[in-house]
């Protein structure tokens, strides 16, 4: 009974119960479990969201349509589809696992859905494993922007300032903190045009680049809705107005999440 349920949420009733069960079986559980069916999962789903993008968005080039599906594909995107099924409840799972909370992670989760697709595959055949497919991603593909997907924000910042007319930001990183192998650094984004003074935190320089591009997109965005005119510098107070902020990527303690430069 507890099994219909799940079959329901998929939109699919399989005629081989055997072939469900090994697909919710981790290998800590039994000899009998579902990695063999995940690998097949797994080029099923990238072939069927493939085909679902080129349909979809023919204006994409190729790089656009790897990157989209990429996003799309990756254990993140997976493991959301997985909660939305409720999956950690049907997953049959070893001992050490269920104490050490394998039910939750991530990464179990994403296996256990492809390996749900290659068993659909393997009971009724490719054209149900890709309906079901579609029933999980034309809802995501309705509300996200293939422009943007799977962009890092130093992407998505160069090309709004670039569409804007508007001079590259500069990096600098202005100081690093914890020992050597526990690095943090903190970087400084600029965007002179815009008088945008922003501060990111990372365990990386790319990483702290990457936090400062973020909170300096959504300033800079705010920014020129507020202007007079886009890509015309914002009339300025005197002295000139920075805004700064700070941005991280990384866990924090309360007090270092609020840092203001003059």
Known sequence: MKLQLLQTRLGYTFQDAGLLQQALTHRSHSSLHN?????????????????????????????????????L??????????????????????????????????????????????????????????GVIRAFYIPILDTVDPQTLGKDAKTLLQEFLQSKKISLPLYNVVATHGAAHSQEFEIECLVPKLGIQVFGRGGSRRAGEQAAAKLALEVAEEALKKAPSAGRKPRQRSPQLKLAGIATVQGDEAG???LAKQ
């Open 73 to 130: 594909v990756k254990q993140q995107s997976l493991f959301e589809i997985a909660q939305k099924l409720e999956l950690s409840q049907f997953l049959r799972l070893g001992e050490g696992e269920l104490k050490s909370g394998g039910f939750r992670r991530p990464s179990i989760l994403a296996d256990t859905l492809e390996a749900l697709l290659g068993a659909i595959y393997l009971d009724g055949g490719f054209d149900q494993a890709a």
């Open 35 to 71: 990695e063999r069916l995940e690998f097949l999962g797994d080029s099923i789903l990238n072939c069927v969201v493939a085909s679902i993008l080129y349909e979809r968005f023919n204006s994409l080039d190729e790089g656009d349509l790897s990157r989209v599906r990429a996003n």
């Open 256 to 258: 270092d999440k609020k």
